[in-house]
C-alpha cells in the first residue's frame, strides 16, 4: 500500500533554513504529481506546492514564493521541500500528499506530518 | 480568507442526515470544477472519502454521498454516527494551485 514518510521537521529561529523529505514506497513513484500542504495544529490545511510527476514543473503558494522550493528525486523515490528565510507563520505540521494523476487532481494519500516549529 | 467557504461547524443526532457546503467564491470560481472532501481526526492525516465531486474511494461507506450545484459542492452524511464526529475539508484545484476550504466541524449530539 501506498506509503509517505516525512522527516526533517523541528525548531528553528526565524530566518533559518530546513529542509524537508518524504520517503515514499507502495506505488511507482515518477508516475504522480505530490504536493506539500501544511496546517497550523487545530486550523485548516493551506496548499503549499505541487510538483508534476517528472519534476519539470512546479508551483509554489504566493505566500511561500520565493523562499520554499519543491524537488523531487525519483530514483531515490523521494519528495524534498528546501524552506529558507523561515518565519514564525511558517510554524506548522507539513504534509506529503501525493495527487491522484502525473500533474494536476485531488490528493489521494497523506503522510502523517512532521511539525516545523519557527521561533526564538 | 480561502477561496472556498465551509460553515464552521455542523451538528446532528445520531441516525440524522447531515449536509456540509463548500462554496467557490473569487475570481477562481469558475474554476474548480472538480471537488474532493477529506476527514481528519486530531493528530491524524486527512483521509479521501470523496472524489471527483460524488465519487467514493474503496473502502469509504455509503453514508458519503457527494454533489455539486452551480459552484457548490455539498458532502452529505447519511446515518450519523458518534465515528463520524470530526473535521472534514473540502479541496479542488486548478492548473496552478490546489485550494481547501476552512473546515467543518461535524458534532454529533
Known amino acids: 500500500q501506498v506509503q509517505l514518510v516525512e522527516s526533517g521537521g523541528g525548531m528553528v529561529p526565524p530566518g533559518r533554513s530546513l529542509r524537508l523529505s518524504c520517503a515514499a514506497s507502495?506505488?511507482?513513484?515518477?508516475?504522480?504529481?505530490m504536493n506539500w500542504v501544511r496546517q497550523v495544529p487545530g486550523k485548516g490545511l493551506e496548499w503549499v506546492a505541487t510538483?508534476?510527476?517528472?519534476?519539470?514543473?512546479?508551483h509554489h503558494a504566493d505566500s511561500v514564493k520565493g523562499r520554499f522550493t519543491i524537488a523531487r528525486d525519483n530514483s531515490k523515490t523521494t519528495l524534498y521541500l528546501e524552506m529558507n528565510s523561515l518565519r514564525v507563520e511558517d510554524t506548522a505540521v507539513y504534509f506529503c500528499?501525493?495527487?491522484?494523476?502525473?500533474?494536476?487532481?485531488?490528493?489521494?494519500?497523506w503522510g502523517q506530518g512532521t511539525l516545523v516549529t519557527v521561533s526564538s | 480568507q480561502s477561496a472556498l467557504t465551509q460553515p464552521a461547524s455542523v451538528s446532528g443526532s445520531p441516525g440524522q442526515s447531515i449536509t456540509i457546503s463548500c462554496t467557490a467564491a473569487?475570481?477562481?470560481?469558475?474554476?474548480?470544477?472538480?471537488f474532493s472532501w477529506y476527514q481528519q481526526f486530531p493528530g491524524k492525516a486527512p483521509k479521501l472519502i470523496i472524489y471527483?465531486?460524488?465519487r467514493r474511494p474503496s473502502g469509504v461507506s455509503n453514508r458519503f454521498s457527494g454533489s455539486k450545484s452551480g459552484y457548490t459542492a455539498s458532502l452529505t452524511i447519511s446515518g450519523l454516527q458518534a465515528e463520524d464526529e470530526g473535521l472534514y475539508f473540502c479541496?479542488?484545484?486548478?492548473?496552478?494551485?490546489?485550494?481547501f476550504g476552512g473546515g467543518t466541524t461535524v458534532t454529533v449530539l
Open positions: 500528499a501525493k495527487i491522484s494523476s502525473p500533474r494536476l487532481g485531488y490528493v489521494d494519500n
Open positions: 507502495g506505488f511507482d513513484f515518477s508516475s504522480y504529481g
Open positions: 510538483i508534476w510527476n517528472d519534476g519539470n514543473v512546479q
Open positions: 473569487g475570481s477562481d470560481a469558475g474554476y474548480y470544477q472538480y
Open positions: 471527483d465531486g460524488s
Open positions: 479541496s479542488s484545484y486548478t492548473t496552478f494551485s490546489t485550494v
